[in-house]
């Protein structure tokens, strides 16, 4: 059998609200990748952090006696305790199943470039979702940018730079020439720039299918998954007309992106990153349910994102 390369996209809003629930919720994601890690296939696995991390923010804001905490901060920490948890599911999992792999958590740097015009126009949402009430308060008491998110509710944004690079990439590779199964860019990565004195982290979140992407990239990767709450990509989602996308090549993709068929804090990001990754490494991406990790990989299931 050969072995492949694979990077894993988990959605944020996959994991848990608080700790306990986020650990029942990552047994479930170690068992629907199982079936890959059994193969032998290299896995580096992408988790988002969007609600954790505006938690965390959050909780330092709103305390009497805690500093506040700089975003990069909240960002390593989300990082940190995801990261724990998902290597704990897996590592409990492979000893289970008697397995020979090794899982590691790598705290990961990426490359922002602080010029980004996304730093004037926060666009990327973390935290909670709040009703209009409670969004108009937070506004106005903690001077934070809330918006409407694809008709759930209200939630801050923050700036969302585009990765440039992975400033531990080296790790990672080294990592995966040893076939550890490896948790990096957790969050998107930690959003750093850099000066004459060296990196510095910044107050920002990178998207994490946009880091997934990169990830993938610098390891050549033979598939991008990102992982969702849906099982295709859908036109006209949750209406009437819906229609389901199987297979459908870039160029196809970026026209329906140019109709405004997709929204910026849903499927949007998903399939920009997908098109990100195909388009420079000439290999496909898929977007399905996390139930059907495996079998959008091996049986096509998902939509399939293929090379012009």
Do not use: W
Request: proline share 5%.
């Amino acid at each position: 059998m050969t072995m492949s390369k694979y990077v894993i996209s988990l959605g944020g809003n996959a994991l848990g609200k608080d700790p306990q629930s986020q650990k029942d919720l990552l047994k479930h994601v170690s068992l629907a990748i199982l079936p890959l890690i059994k193969e032998g296939h290299d896995i580096v696995l992408v988790h988002g952090n969007g609600p954790q991390v505006g938690m965390i923010n959050l909780a330092f804001n709103e305390s009497n006696s805690t500093p506040l905490m700089p975003f990069a901060e909240c960002g390593a920490m989300s990082q940190g305790y995801i990261g724990f948890h998902i290597q704990n599911a897996l590592i409990n999992l492979i000893e289970k199943e008697k397995l020979n792999r090794k899982v590691t958590t790598l705290v990961t740097q990426v490359l922002v470039d602080e010029n980004d015009p996304r730093f004037k126009n926060p666009s990327k949402p973390i935290g909670s979702f709040y009703s209009k009430e409670e969004a108009d308060e937070l506004a106005k008491s903690l001077g934070y940018d809330m918006v409407e998110d694809a008709g759930r509710g209200y939630r801050r944004v923050v700036p969302s730079p585009l990765p440039i690079d992975v400033i531990e990439k080296e790790s990672l590779l080294a990592l995966l020439e040893k076939h550890h199964i490896v948790i990096s860019g957790g969050g998107g990565g930690i959003p750093v720039v850099k000066n004459d004195e060296g990196y510095h982290g910044v107050d920002a979140v990178i998207d994490k299918d946009f880091a997934s992407a990169k990830i993938a990239e610098i390891i050549e990767a033979d598939a991008l998954i990102i992982l969702t709450a849906v099982d295709h990509v859908y036109l006209n989602f949750n209406e009437p007309n819906q229609i389901k996308l199987e297979k459908i090549h870039v160029d196809e993709l970026e026209t329906l992106i140019e109709d405004n068929h997709f929204k910026k804090g849903s499927m949007l990001p998903k399939v920009e990153a997908c098109i990100s990754f195909v388009k420079k490494s000439g290999h496909k991406a898929i977007i399905a349910s996390l139930d059907e990790a495996y079998d959008a990989i091996v049986h096509h299931k998902g939509t399939e994102i293929l090379p012009r």
